[in-house]
């Protein structure tokens, strides 16, 4: 019908929309909004309006400075009426924030209390149940995984854990964004997913993003201009802690990507004023086990005689989560990459301390962004230095 009365009609000319025509047409816009978003921002529902009009004319605003400001706003009521629908369908990435306060409900959360919702650029945020699966059946599944991690590592029939993670993703998501249960439960119900290969295929299942290949190649991409950023910042308190940084890499190797890496993502805190210490911690051998407690903390053994700021060359670096060591590596970037996955999979929050560290791993160097209207000042002026 519109592709007729945009021929018809010629340029700059609009049709008048009867009530239920208007209506089909939202309907038909939600649901492929919600296809790719079930939250989406106002921004991106702005974007899908444009879209509209810009595909079909016919449909643009007379009087509106933009032509589809209208378009817009019924979007924007049309998104939250089909969640509504689809919640009481039992669609779980919406029907997680039902019965929120409404004249049915009085007692109940307010409305925009702890919504549920992808913040992170989650793709699979909270997924229905496999086609002909129940708790129930997902359950057994859960329990057969975890027999296999009774036996030995050499013994373990990975293609069955695998299947198994694949299958009981959902549950497994229902459990760690309604529940939130500590790590150490975690651990003990998924302990698959405390295994390297199965974390990433995790992070895989909600940002269908390879974190491994993504983050390296997005980070050798930006190390030169980050580590000559760093050259240049040298006044005040992290200005100094910079310099350390950097005259500890100017006794590296040049030519050792390793090394590179490493005084990019050391150094990036200081850049961006924020404290690490108290999460990225190096320490001797014999001082581990008092180093190894935190929220969130990088434990790393140097090799050094002395404990050094950046830990180049490290025997093995802990990976620790509510105080417990939840994995270990030999690599320190290794690690930071581990730890980012399991705050993916994990369902955790930035730290405070670190939160614009860790926000631009997400937006910058993997392009995860959460459709926000823009950087904070001083992520968005190290973007535009990159750039």
Known sequence: MLRERNSALGDGKTVRLTRDQKHNILDVMAAEIYKHKAYPSTKQIGLAAEALVSKHPCLKENGSTKGYEGWLNSLRFKMGNYRTKLSKSGIRDVAVNAGKRSRTNPEGAASRASIKRPRRGEINFLPNYPHGERKQTLETQRLAMVEQFKRTSMERDMVS??????????????????????????????????????????????????????????????????????????????????????MAFEERDKNDICAARIAALAGLPHYLKEDSAEVFRNCKEDDLEAAQEGEVVLVAVVNQEEVLQVPFETQHVSIVLEDMVVMSHRSWTDSLVILFALVYALHLKYLDKLSAFFEFIQVILLDLDDGRKQLRPKLQALKNELE
């Open 161 to 246: 854990i695998h299947q198994h993670m694949q299958r009981t993703f959902a549950l497994r998501r229902e459990e760690i964004v309604n529940l939130a249960p500590p790590v150490v439960e975690l651990k003990d119900r998924w302990p698959a997913l405390f295994c390297e290969a199965q974390l990433y295929s995790e992070f895989h299942r909600i940002t269908n993003l390879n974190l491994p290949s993504t983050f390296y190649a997005s980070l050798d991409k930006y190390t030169p201009q980050l580590l000559q950023l760093y050259k240049k910042r040298k006044t005040g308190t992290f200005g100094q802690k910079m310099e350390a940084v950097m």
